[in-house]
């Protein structure tokens, strides 16, 4: 059993450079690392088990999604190198987004802190040593994959409504497909409003040919709520404390979904547990999480009006997927990606009403490397919202903390920039000599951005909204007798 | 290559000519261009003309005879300009003895906002293909554009006569769609050889013969397949069901400049009876042409399920 010490030093590397970026601040191994050492033993039993435990178990156990479990030391102890780069590397826990620019609170961070990289990677380093079984933290009783909801820790309670969609056979070796599926709600008499919605594969199998879904809430009069867009790697949709959506007797689920088959048959059942308000305690505000934009609006492309494929019925294929009521989502935003280089997209989105952003959401396809978001406001100030990293198999829905939701008055410009590799360095490339096009399959290529925005009905609640911001800003950064900052 | 100008020629307004490629194709003859990866905005925007007609590899699927079929596509970013590629050293196949079923003619962007032409050939590859790769080739003002088709990655696997996954959820407990729009409907080209023709791979019918400047009525027959034909998974949609279809008329082969249709594309409703649909197309230069007709039940962005038919077509003066 090896001995080792942790250290001070952050080993993640994106900090770093940014730190190198604010003035010669990168951390260097060496002598001064060695000074910023303690004495203290890093061990398994009491220092990385619950770290295991709190990030990660929830994927990496018997019967869920993570190909190996990591609950025991002797699960853990062969996985070590490995675990240490992927975490180093942040690859894991998936949480791909940029941690060095832009916001950085979100409702469902799953990702390590510097410090328990840290302590994993200096475990490792030291040849994962297992040290006093008595301080193992006693292990963890997980239910069965269809017991577990992962915003109930967030939420204080499961949900209140369950929907399943109708199974669905994926068979083995087909062709992509995006079949048509519909729900009834049941177990509601009145309108309730949705504070929270997630969305799961209702088998663990159901994961491995999921490639997304676009759940609406379909009302009685035909109209479609699309706020509870998700992908393969996203959880779903908490609103912020004051806004949600209706839901009505007589709605149905929508699933909207698009599946790809693996070597074998698949029975694919999806699943969306909701979290209501109490009755007769509706939100302040109505979400509208189905606004997003193309990337490539601003190439020429995004002209098309009325797109020959979707000019067929609902009952052809694929559903109603005409324009959005929102001009300026456009949905034939084509692309061409050539062979064996990378390539950009940039897309603007102009802010006609002033909105608060709750939720964004990348989606690239396998090329995608990243997108950014920055906004332009009316006065002229610039910022960089977030720099999305991109992960066709974790395909995350960051919700914004409530108190960090970026606001947007109107007028605003959004720009989206996304970032395609198309070379063989990209691990999910199935063939980087391909031209790649704009296309619904896995293999052809997508370029738009997912925002859940809550619209302000007046400016007044906007400048409210931006009043108990900067009030809160103040409380946290208390103004100096000199007038300026606490930084 | 040769470029024409799509929307003056269907005008009227301009007698069509053989032009030379365009000013900066000269203009590249004596200041090289950087390679490909250093283009890429050029590439990307479409123009009104002066830009490259791209190949695009659409996917495979197995024929019943243990065979595979390659199918390609492409991606013109020209809005009115028309290219005209002859087979040969900018326009070829290779290995060479996949070479000869490629278009000659490549459309400009749709008016209806189409930029792909999805699956317009195939070529059909032996069984013991394996991994080798058949390569298209287009070479526009001295670039070479390339892509390779192949039947290695499963994820380019495509359907061909039936939507495969959605028939085989007809009978789950998810809303069925109607049979018949989850098929390549069955094609017969009147008037020409009679042949019926059903799938991508397509076949080639004629040759009608036509005097310069005059219209040419081609009429085709289009049916669902017999219940025998919708394979094990789908059930005959029941009497009285209409099922939407599309034909899309585009010239394929033959001497440079476009041939116009009275329709390129027309919708209809489909039955269990056959309907006859009639498109007359006009051609101003004689030589010898193939047209396609692409007969679609599904869609295109989801590769299934249409059919190819190609008529040949004489042109007299």
């Known amino acids: 059993m090896g001995t080792t010490t942790r250290s001070s030093r952050v080993a993640v590397l994106p900090l770093q450079l940014a730190a190198l970026a604010l003035g010669g601040l990168l951390v260097l191994p060496g002598a001064a690392v060695s000074q910023a050492q303690t004495e203290e033993e890093v061990t398994f039993a009491r220092d990385v088990a619950p770290i295991l435990q709190e990030k990660c178990e929830t994927c990496h156990r018997e019967g869920s999604i993570g190909p190996m479990p990591l609950t025991t030391y002797d699960e853990v102890r062969p996985w070590a190198p490995l675990i240490k780069e992927k975490v180093v590397s942040l690859v894991m826990p998936p949480w791909p987004i940029d941690r060095t620019i832009g916001v950085q609170r979100f409702k469902n961070d799953r990702s390590l802190s510097d410090e328990q990289i840290q302590t994993i990677s200096d475990w490792a380093d030291a040849g994962a040593p297992l040290g006093d079984v008595a301080e193992l933290p006693a292990p963890l009783e997980w239910p069965e994959w269809s017991d577990v909801w992962r915003f109930e820790e967030e939420l204080g309670r499961p949900p209140d409504l369950v929907v ?132 490539s609006q601003y190439t020429g492309h995004g002209f098309a009006s009325d797109p020959l494929p979707w000019r067929f019925g609902p009952e052809l294929r694929g559903g109603p997927r005409g324009l959005s009521t929102n001009p300026q989502v456009v949905r034939q935003g084509d692309l061409l990606l050539p062979p064996n280089s990378w390539a950009t997209y940039r897309g603007v989105y102009v802010m006609d009403r002033a909105a608060r952003l709750e939720i964004a959401r990348a989606h690239l396809h396998l090329r995608g490397r990243y997108q950014i978001l920055e906004a332009v406001y009316p006065d002229g100030r610039w910022e960089v919202i977030n720099k999305f990293h991109f992960d066709h198999d974790w395909q995350t829905g960051f919700l914004y903390e409530d108190d960090a939701m970026p606001l947007f008055p109107k007028g605003t410009v959004l720009i989206v920039t996304g970032v395609f590799d198309n070379t063989a360095d990209n691990p999910h490339n199935p063939d980087p000599d391909q031209w790649v096009v704009r296309g619904d399959r896995t293999v052809d290529s997508m370029c738009h951005f997912r925002m859940g925005l809550t619209y302000f009905e007046t400016e007044e609640e906007f400048q409210a909204a931006v009043d108990e911001r900067e009030a809160l800003l103040r409380r946290e950064r208390p103004v100096s007798d000199d007038g300026g900052g606490d930084e | 290559m040769l470029r024409v100008p799509h929307v003056l020629v269907l005008t009227g307004t301009l007698v069509l000519a053989a032009t030379a490629a365009c000013p900066s194709a000269a203009l590249g003859q004596l200041v090289p261009r950087p390679p490909i990866t250093q283009q890429d905005w050029q590439l990307r925007t479409v123009r009104e003309s002066g830009q490259p007609v791209i190949p695009i590899f659409e996917g495979w699927y197995p024929e019943e005879n243990g065979t595979y079929s390659l199918c390609f596509g492409f991606f013109s970013l020209n809005r009115s300009e028309a290219l005209h590629i002859p087979v040969g050293p900018d326009n070829f196949i290779e290995p060479a003895r996949f070479d000869g079923s490629q278009p000659t003619h490549f459309s400009p962007l749709g008016a209806d906002g189409m930029t792909r032409e999805y699956c317009v050939f195939t070529v059909n590859v032996p069984s013991d293909i394996a991994d080798e790769r058949v390569w298209w080739n287009l070479q526009v003002d001295g670039h070479t554009y390339r892509v390779p088709g192949h039947i290695t990655a499963r994820p380019w696997r495509v359907d061909n006569l039936v939507n495969s996954v959605a028939a085989a959820s007809m009978g789950s407990e998810a809303e069925a769609p109607v049979a018949g729009s989850l098929v390549a409907p069955v094609v017969t080209l009147e008037g020409a050889s009679g042949r019926v023709v059903r799938g991508k791979s397509g076949a080639t019918a004629g040759e009608l013969t036509v005097r310069a400047g005059s219209g040419l009525p081609i009429t085709i027959s289009v049916a669902l397949p017999e219940e025998d034909e919708l394979g094990d998974d789908l059930d005959p949609d029941e009497e009285g069901v209409l099922v939407r279809q599309l034909v899309k008329w585009t010239k394929f082969r033959g001497p440079e400049g476009v041939v116009r249709f009275s329709r390129d594309t027309i919708e209809f409703e489909l039955g269990p009876e056959p309907v006859e649909q009639t498109v007359m197309a006009t051609f101003r230069e004689p030589g010898n042409y193939t047209l396609l007709a692409q007969v679609l039940s599904g869609s295109f962005s989801s590769q299934c399920c249409w059919t190819n038919a190609y008529v040949n077509v004489r042109v007299e003066q």
């Open chain 1, 164 to 295: 399943s969609s109708p199974a669905y056979m994926v068979a083995a070796n087909s062709a992509d497909d995006w079949p048509w599926l519909e729900s009834q709600i049941e177990g509601i008499d009145e309108q309730r409003w949705i504070k929270a919605a997630e969305f799961r594969p209702g088998t663990a199998d159901t994961w491995n040919v999921f490639h997304h879904a676009n759940p609406g809430i379909v009302k009685l009069d035909g109209t479609s709520d699309g706020s509870l867009r998700q992908t393969r790697g996203n959880e779903g949709t908490i609103y912020a404390d004051d806004s949600g959506t209706p839901l009505d007797p007589g709605d149905i689920v929508r699933w909207n979904m698009h599946m790809y088959a693996i070597d074998r048959d698949v029975d694919a059942v999806l699943q969306l547990g909701f979290w209501l308000y109490p009755k007769d305690e509706p939100p302040t505000y109505r979400a509208d999480g189905a606004d997003g934009f193309s990337c």
